[in-house]
């Protein structure tokens, strides 16, 4: 059981917007940044936002992060076909010393 | 271009121990964090702990306190991270990825291995 929960699954159809919900508590996202990681099968995690809203280079701006209170959520514009894969989010944990990760969402582009 | 390199698959039997490889090229291995994190198969990430290379300092998630060991050697730009006593459910991916932040309030892992697996079967 993950300390951030996160929806099993999402989808969209290519062109549509897509969000995603992560909700934490007051050690975690509350009182923290939250980042979130894209991972295709067979591959490493890749981030794809961090400090909350921040593109690391080369994340296209059709990725965006937003945090409110604990919880925060990732959108994804003009969805595409090679973004079907697993999105996590993560954030430090001050009670934990440490980062606690989502269960992940599962997209898939209809 | 900053990589980290990890070591090949990995097939042990209950009770025994694994050490995995992170090699890292590219960038000072010294100024950056490392942190463990692993994946069993169809599922999510879990945290293992980080590291500090300068230091050879470890924290460990309280899951894995007394049975893993993070150790590094700084002359060949490689960390070590070994499990003991190993299970079934040890049986997953271990990543090792570079933290562009200082553990504390924020972790930014920005770049990975490409992951080891460890099957943990009789």
Not at chain 1, 15 to 44: H, K, L
Not at chain 2, 17 to 23: A, H, I, R, Y
Request: glycine residues 12%.
């Amino acid at each position: 059981q993950s300390v951030l929960t996160q929806s099993p699954s999402a989808s969209g159809t290519p062109g549509q917007r897509v969000t995603f919900s992560c909700s934490g508590s007051s050690s975690n996202i509350g009182s923290n940044t939250v980042n979130w990681y894209q991972q295709f099968p067979g591959t490493a995690p890749k981030l794809l936002i961090n400090r909350n809203n921040q593109r690391p280079s080369g994340v296209p701006d059709r990725f965006s992060g937003s945090k409110s209170g604990t919880s925060a959520s990732l959108a994804i514009s003009g969805l595409q076909s090679e973004d079907e894969g697993d999105y996590y989010c993560a954030a430090w944990d001050d009670s934990l010393n440490g980062p606690v990760f989502g269960g992940g969402t599962k997209l898939t582009v209809l | 271009q900053v990589q980290l390199v990890q070591s090949g698959a990995e097939v042990k039997k209950p009770g025994a121990s694994v050490k995995v490889s992170c090699k890292a090229s590219g960038y000072t291995f010294t100024e950056y964090y490392l942190h463990w994190v692993r994946q069993a198969p169809g599922q999510g990430l879990e945290w293992m702990g980080w590291f500090n290379p300068n230091s050879g300092g470890a924290t460990y998630a309280q899951k894995f306190q007394g049975w893993v060991t993070m150790s590094r050697d700084k002359s060949i730009n490689t960390a070590y991270l070994e499990v003991n006593r190993l299970r079934s459910g040890d049986t997953a991916v271990y990543y090792c990825a570079r933290d562009i932040a200082v553990p504390g309030t924020e972790v930014d892992l920005d770049v990975w291995g490409q992951g080891t697996m460890v099957t943990v079967s009789s």
